[in-house]
């Protein structure tokens, strides 16, 4: 490291747990990391001026009382949410993993369609109603804004989430998201096809098989699958058996990030 790379915030406390992961998958890309607790970030929110990139990672937040993800959200959106919504505006990235998805989501920075932190759409339990820990299928919207997933058509990760469904608020509400290609991301089928919310390609039973979200601007971006999870070929359970690259398919997620904002786009 050099000093100069793309610095990255991984919010910590309270729960979340997937910190030292994502920190890894950023440092692997090119980026630096920088471990941030709540309650550090929430006294000094200038903080975030430091950094380019923000990331809620994964975890059980508050041990997923109330609602997954609901009192970080709160707290986030009551605390944090005009200094996050600056470092959206001046071009800073955000990303939400798994429970960080559920928190952008309910904290209402996802998918913010009108420009304003308020919850336009849920992640609720899944159809299975029980926990999942399986590799999914992902294919990525041809027209979607989003910048951690460009050049990106398919990929694989784990997801582990007992809410993880997506769902929006009508049937308009759907149509404006799909038009305005901010659902980012769908379960697919092992070849490619639509699920079409068959269990267990869509583990979840989220609508349209929606697996993450970003907003207009494509800065910020959210998914309940962990990309940070399949940075290494080793991360994969078939890795002995099938020849794959040395390079796992999540990373690209984030070295997209870290050259977006080396390039001096997200300034």
């Known amino acids: 490291m050099t000093g100069d790379e793309p610095r990255s915030l991984i ?49 059980f937040s508050y041990g997923d009382d109330i609602a997954s993800g609901r009192i970080l959200a709160n707290r986030l959106r009551h605390q944090l949410g005009g200094a996050l919504k600056q470092f959206v505006d001046g071009g800073g990235l955000v990303i939400g993993i798994c429970n960080g998805f559920q928190v952008l989501v309910k904290m209402g920075l996802l998918p913010m369609t009108g420009g304003e932190i308020v919850q336009e759409v849920t992640v609720m339990h899944n159809d299975s109603s029980r926990y999942e820990d399986r590799w999914v299928h992902l294919a990525v919207d041809a027209n979607t804004p989003c910048v951690w997933l460009r050049g990106i058509e398919r990929l694989e990760s784990p997801v582990r989430h007992g809410e993880g469904k997506f769902v929006p608020r009508d049937e308009a509400q759907l149509k404006q ?35 993450g979200l970003c907003d207009p601007s494509g800065r910020v971006f959210g998914l309940m ?38 390039a001096g786009a997200g300034v």
């Open 11 to 59: 919010l910590t406390g309270f729960g979340i747990n997937c910190q030292d992961e994502t920190a890894h998958a950023f440092e692997l890309a090119g980026g630096s990391a920088e471990q941030v607790h709540l309650n550090d970030l929430a006294e000094s929110p200038e903080r975030l001026q430091d950094f380019r990139i923000v990331a809620v990672p994964g975890g």
């Open 177 to 211: 998201l799909q038009s305005m290609g901010l659902t980012a991301l769908r379960y697919v089928n092992a070849d490619g096809t639509p699920a079409n919310g068959a269990y267990p390609c869509n583990p979840n039973g989220s609508v349209d098989d929606i697996a």
């Open 225 to 262: 699958p962990h990309p940070e999870a399949f940075v290494h070929r080793t991360n994969h359970p078939t890795w002995t058996r099938i020849e794959m690259p040395e390079e796992g398919a999540g990373l690209a997620i984030f070295r997209n990030a870290v050259e977006h904002v080396a």
